[in-house]
Structures are given as structure tokens and as C-alpha cells.
């Protein structure tokens, strides 16, 4: 059983040091190390979120994560993050195994650090021409990200990025995100040349997750639909789309950025700075979601994906259900 799809995944299993190549996305107070090593204890690959954690909070997250999994697991860094350079420190004294860079383009040096604790280096690319340029400064895979997805997003469907750099970029081992649950897309998307895929959106709401219920109520009453993108006020001072399900938190969002651009146009804030204000304020506002069940003015961040989460399921079964769809679908093929 499942020894088709396995097969298809080795290639991707064999960079992440995993049973699956399947990637268990980074939400921010979400992906913590009870889900994380959960995962990683399942046969997927666990990604910590550094969020706006410093060195030393990043390091009890990972010491708690070690303890209760011998597996490999990633921690994911936010690029524009000032502290990146003790984040990423913390990760090789701590023997991380994979770094995600994510939101922005990492240099050159930033990789051959991380490369210099012997941690592998992994970023999210929106263009065909980025990719070939991450390639190039030496990331040791990439993932491509659909607009679909939840958090923070690019402004391409991951249908679209498939056709634009996954078919072709073959010879390089790319993981595919945005709008995939079910087993036959997993399945497909091996057979095109993805060395994996990553899933968010239904491990936020599932068992393992310490989500308060009220967050994870909220995802299974939702649809796709709800699942939008923040108003962007000034194409001048651009704002990283965050996906989450509406609320009256999403309308605060857009009053804050209204306050920073403001700020901004008085000379008051700098670009940096007023965008590291706005991510601040997606992170309080997700916490109080996530820990505190506020849903109506915390953030909700999901996919579009929501839509077809419907139970509350242990990534077991998640898992499982998904290794059978895939089979299923591979059996058809015959």
C-alpha cells in the first residue's frame, strides 16, 4: 500500500530527511513545536515559525521541538527580519537541519551562511526569473507559493507558477503550495516534476494543533470565499498580501496601514520600517486568534483550501486519507 506514491516522493523525501515529502507550512504561533514535532513524528516535514521571535525565543522553540522528536525539521525566517543573522546563528548552533527564507529575496551571503553551519537553504520564489537567480546563488530547493494560499502570498495562482517555473526548472527539486489537499493533486504535481508539496491551511485546524477551538471553529465553518486579500491603499508603500478569513479585524488592517502611510508621507516612518510596523501588527492580531480565539478582530489567516476542511482530523488521518487518494488515482492510471 502507498508504494507508488512513495516512490514518486523520494526524491523530495530524500532532500528533507523525511518519510514524505510533504512540508507542514509555517504559520506564525501556530506551527510551534508540539505541532511541528507532531508532524515530523507523522512523516512530514515540520517547519518552525521564527515569526517575530528573537534569538533566544527562536531557541527555546527549537530545544522543545528536539525534545519531543528525533526528526528533521526546518525553521522558517523572515528575510526583512533585522535579527535574520541571529536567527539563522541559532539554527546551526542548535543543528537545524533546513532554513526557509522567506518573505523577500535572500543575498547571496545569507545562503553561504547558512550553508556554512551545513544547514540546507530553502526559498519561496514568484517568478521564473527569481527562481533561476535562487538557483544560481545556491538555495538547495525552492517553493513555489500560489495566491490561493494562506498568510502572506504572491500575485500568482499556483496553477500559474507551475506552467512558469516548475515545468521548467525540472532539473531542480521544487516543492508546489497554495490550494492543495487531496491526494490525486499531490500525486499529479510528483508526476510533473514537484519533489513535494506543502499543506497549511489543514494542520492549522487539525488535533495537534494548539489553536484555541474557537480559531479552529471558525476554519470549518468557513468557505473559500471568505479567505481574502487586505485592501492595498497606495501602490507607493506595497503591502505583502496576507490571506485570512474576513472579519473586523481585516477592516482594523486596513485603518493601520492607512496610519503608516500617513506616517509615511510625513517623513515620519521609512519604508522598512513601516512595512516591519505592519507585520507586527499581523502578528499580535494573529495571536489573539490563535491563543486567545478572538475571530472577530484577531487574524484568521487560511487558504482558499478552507473550503473543503470540514473536520477536525489528527494528521494521521489527514495523512493517511490523502497517501490513499493518491494511490487510488495512480492505480487508475494502470
Not at 10 to 20: F, N, Q
Not at 303 to 327: P, Y
Request: charged residues 25%; neutral net charge; aromatic residues 6%.
Amino acid at each position: 500500500m502507498n508504494e507508488k506514491i512513495l516512490k514518486l516522493m523520494e526524491r523530495g523525501s530524500k532532500i528533507l530527511g523525511s518519510k514524505y515529502a510533504l512540508l507542514g507550512g509555517a504559520m506564525t504561533w501556530i506551527s510551534e513545536s508540539n505541532l511541528v514535532s507532531a508532524m515530523c513524528n507523522s512523516g512530514v516535514f515540520g517547519v518552525l515559525a521564527s515569526g517575530a521571535m528573537d534569538g533566544d525565543q527562536l531557541k527555546y522553540e527549537i530545544i522543545a521541538t528536539q525534545q519531543k522528536t528525533s526528526r528533521n525539521f526546518g525553521v522558517n525566517v523572515i528575510v526583512m527580519n533585522p535579527k535574520i543573522q541571529d536567527l539563522i546563528d541559532v539554527c546551526g548552533e542548535r543543528k537545524v537541519s533546513h532554513v526557509f527564507l522567506a518573505g523577500g529575496l535572500p543575498d547571496k551571503s545569507t545562503i553561504d551562511k547558512i550553508h556554512g553551519y551545513g544547514m540546507q537553504a530553502i526559498a519561496f520564489a514568484p517568478a521564473l526569473a527569481i527562481a533561476r537567480r535562487l538557483f544560481k546563488q545556491g538555495v538547495d530547493a525552492l517553493v513555489i507559493e500560489g495566491h490561493e494560499a494562506g498568510g502572506h502570498v504572491g500575485p500568482l495562482t499556483t496553477m500559474v507558477l507551475i506552467q512558469d517555473i516548475l515545468l521548467n526548472l525540472k532539473e531542480y527539486p521544487i516543492f508546489v503550495a497554495g490550494g492543495i489537499l487531496r491526494g490525486e493533486i499531490v500525486a499529479t504535481l510528483l508526476q510533473l516534476g514537484a519533489a513535494g508539496c506543502q499543506l497549511g491551511t489543514v494542520f492549522a485546524c487539525c488535533k495537534e494543533s494548539i489553536a484555541h477551538d474557537a480559531f479552529k471553529t471558525a476554519f470549518l465553518k468557513a468557505s473559500g470565499r471568505s479567505a481574502v486579500l487586505p485592501v492595498q491603499l497606495d501602490k507607493k508603500f506595497h503591502v505583502s498580501p496576507v490571506r485570512a478569513l474576513e472579519n473586523i479585524g481585516t477592516d482594523e488592517f486596513v485603518e493601520k496601514q492607512r496610519e503608516i502611510l500617513e506616517k509615511f508621507g510625513r517623513g515620519e516612518v521609512g519604508t522598512v520600517d513601516g512595512k516591519l510596523s505592519l507585520e507586527r501588527f499581523w502578528a499580535g492580531s494573529l495571536r489573539r486568534a490563535v491563543r486567545e480565539g478572538d475571530v472577530d478582530r484577531g487574524s484568521l489567516m487560511a487558504g482558499q483550501i478552507v473550503e473543503l476542511v470540514r473536520s477536525e482530523k489528527s494528521i494521521d488521518e489527514i495523512i493517511s486519507t490523502l497517501l490513499q487518494e493518491a494511490d487510488s488515482y495512480l492505480e487508475s492510471l494502470n
